[in-house]
């Protein structure tokens, strides 16, 4: 069975200091890795994917398959990256996605 | 616009009488899915639907039930809700095409409450 384990609840950073938003996956095959974004009073959206390698809106995350891992990177927070972030998971090729239980972020001016 | 768009936003009803949250997507996806999201445990999926007249349980079906007889519309149904039903509830929709996978479009949630 596939899994997403987000350790953190929530996480508190200052602005212009680095953020990183750890997921853990546990998944035999190969896996589609998903962060998904829900800001305050928008719905919940795709922030990035890691087969498309892009940053956005400043963050990126690689997929480590060693460590099982996908965590989610800023080198400078701004205000506007308070958010609630999910972790999710695809296996390959297939539609059903399986979120993690989400980091509340707070960036604090 | 294009959007999946989920009614009613808010409702508070009673243990045992039957509601049902209607979801709609005017972008011609084959995929939706219903999900709720409770405090600690995430996102949850409870039925999908791969198209028309098809649909398959979730993570946590029992106590819903779901029909596609249209491509646009996902119906979730509570035929006898009970307080443990509480949540806030998420549709979604994904065309089914290579390279797309994963990507969900979602509704606004619908937040019910059950006495």
């Known amino acids: 069975a596939q899994r997403v384990t987000q350790p953190e609840k929530l996480l508190s950073v200052f602005k212009g200091a680095p953020v990183e938003l750890k997921c853990n996956y546990s998944y035999s095959g190969s896996p589609e890795l998903f962060w998904y974004v829900q800001y305050s009073r928008q719905r919940l959206q795709l922030l990035l994917r890691?087969?498309s390698r892009e940053s956005i809106k400043g963050f990126t995350a690689d997929l480590n398959k060693g460590e099982t891992s996908f965590h989610l990177k800023k080198p400078f927070a701004q205000e506007e990256d308070s958010a609630m972030y999910y972790c999710a998971l695809a296996r390959f090729g297939n539609e059903k996605l399986t979120f993690g239980t989400g980091t509340r972020l707070t960036i604090i001016p | 616009e294009a959007q999946v768009t989920q009614n009613p936003r808010y409702l508070i009803t009673v243990t045992g009488k039957k509601l049902t949250v209607t979801c709609s997507q005017n972008m011609n996806h084959e995929y939706m899915s219903w999900y709720r999201q409770d405090p600690g445990l995430g996102l949850r999926q409870i039925y999908y639907?791969?198209?028309?007249?098809?649909?398959d349980k979730g993570d946590v079906p029992e106590g819903y039930k779901v029909s596609r007889k249209e491509k646009r519309n996902f119906p979730l149904i509570l035929e006898s809700p009970s307080p443990n039903q509480t949540s806030l509830y998420f549709c979604?929709?994904?065309?089914?095409?290579?390279?797309?996978?994963?990507?969900?479009?979602f509704g606004e949630g619908s937040r019910l409450t059950v006495l």
């Open positions: 890691h087969i």
């Open positions: 979604a929709s994904s065309p089914l095409r290579r390279g797309n996978t994963g990507e969900l479009f």
């Open positions: 639907s791969m198209n028309v007249e098809v649909t």
